[in-house]
């Protein structure tokens, strides 16, 4: 019971949900209708997996070799809500947890026979295991720290839109959600300079230690920036954008704000997703009911 306890820990509840609602932003912009793929088992196991089990080998694997700075960083406790101190007693017990969330991920995409949604689980299960695994800890290559981090978000999208019956091709590249991998590279960047103190302590190399906190911080900015100059509009999505973007440039002018600012952009976030849900429901209660009224006439 205790190693089940620490297990869920160490997965973070507080981040299970961004994996299905990544992946159900890649479902929306599908080519098939959101509701009908849903109906599917497999497309709703394969969303389900995004949740506790990639928590798992994200955050799990990440306290597993992050053990000496999380000892030194204070915002990393037993019970945190932004990471644990996971004992190295447990840390075999995380990381086969870890191995059976990758086979069960893998099995959803394997059973769905949609070869182009298999490529890309593949992807994003090498790179949720590299970002904080050896050999390549990406975790400490400056920069990528920072883009591998926004590349497993826009995995995470791409399993969806695939999942709904998208293709890697041309369309593809064109698809907003990528932005959303864009915004989490600059939110990465900003953790990355709240623990920037401890990391440094023991000479972990990451966008903040190596370039210093200041250019992270602008890194972060300027990601959420060209995101919004992608977007244009001010929709559900832009003011999305326009607000992270505020929350991110406050810390360049007051640094003490890093941790405040990195706190608020992921309930904003939240809140915004929420809300961008909440509309393409409402826009797809008001065509069924057009549709409806239509039909009887």
């Not at 089940?4 to 932003?25: M, Q």
């Not at 190295?88 to 990758?102: D, E, G, N, Q, R």
């Not at 401890?198 to 911080?217: K, N």
């Not at 003490?256 to 915004?272: E, I, K, P, R």
Request: with cysteine; proline share 4%; charged share 15%.
């Amino acid at each position: 019971m205790e190693s089940f306890k620490v297990l869920v820990k160490a997965s973070r509840p507080v981040g299970w949900s961004f994996g299905p609602i990544l992946y159900a932003i890649g479902l929306v912009h599908s080519p098939e209708h959101f509701t009908s793929v849903l109906r599917g088992p497999t497309v709703l196991l394969q969303l389900l997996s995004v949740s506790v089990p990639l928590s798992i080998i994200v955050f799990g694997m990440n306290d597993v070799y992050d053990y000496e700075t999380d000892i030194r960083n204070p915002r990393k406790t037993v019970d945190g809500l932004e990471g644990t101190i996971l004992d190295p007693s447990y840390h075999v017990t995380v990381i086969t947890s870890a191995w059976i969330a990758t086979a069960l991920i893998l099995a959803t995409s394997l059973s769905m026979v949609r070869r182009q949604n298999a490529v890309v689980v593949a992807m994003l299960l090498v790179l949720s295991w590299q970002y904080s695994a050896p050999p390549f800890r990406l975790k400490e290559q400056p920069i990528l720290d920072s883009l591998s981090n926004g590349a497993i978000i826009d995995f995470v999208y791409l399993a969806g839109y695939t999942a709904g019956g998208g293709s890697l091709d041309r369309r593809m590249l064109t698809l907003k959600g990528h932005i959303l991998g864009l915004c989490t590279a600059g939110v990465h960047a900003l953790g990355a300079v709240v623990d920037v103190d401890a990391d440094a302590a023991v000479g972990q190399r990451t966008i903040a230690t190596v370039f210093g906190p200041q250019i992270a911080l602008v890194f972060g900015a300027t990601s959420y920036l060209f995101a919004l100059l992608i977007e244009r509009h001010l929709s559900i999505f832009g003011v999305y954008l326009l607000g992270g973007l505020l929350v991110m440039v406050a810390p360049i002018v007051d640094p003490s704000l890093a941790h405040a600012a990195f706190q608020a952009v992921v309930y904003w976030t939240g809140a915004m997703s929420a809300i961008w849900f909440a509309d393409k429901a409402s826009a797809a209660a008001r065509r069924h009911l057009r549709s409806t009224h239509e039909k009887s006439i």
